[in-house]
């Protein structure tokens, strides 16, 4: 499909170009029609995404530290008083 250039001046409305749009073939679609052609994009889709159509699942450990750092937000207390203590616990996990 080519590309076509238009000027649109924003005071002069009959500057808008024409829609090429067939009536007919407009006025012939069905709602089965529809229905397929949106089958046919969320399919296209999920083969443009694949994370989209296999989502990944966080593993054991990781929900479990996503279920304490909820309860921690919950009951408003922290894991570490400090950003040092988090670098050391961190830097003592690496080490491990």
Do not use: W
Request: hydrophobic residues 35%; aromatic residues 4%.
């Amino acid at each position: 499909m080519s590309t076509t250039r238009i000027t649109i001046d924003l005071d002069d409305l009959e500057s808008l170009p024409e829609g090429r749009v067939d009536y007919a073939v407009l006025d012939a679609t069905t709602e089965e029609d529809i229905a397929s052609q949106q089958r046919e994009d969320d399919a296209e889709a999920m083969r443009d995404c694949p994370r989209c159509a296999h989502p990944r699942v966080p593993n054991v450990e990781t929900q479990r530290a996503m279920a304490e750092a909820e309860e921690m937000m919950r009951q408003g207390t922290a894991r570490f008083a400090s950003v040092e203590e988090l670098f050391a616990d961190l830097k003592e996990a690496g080490d491990e």
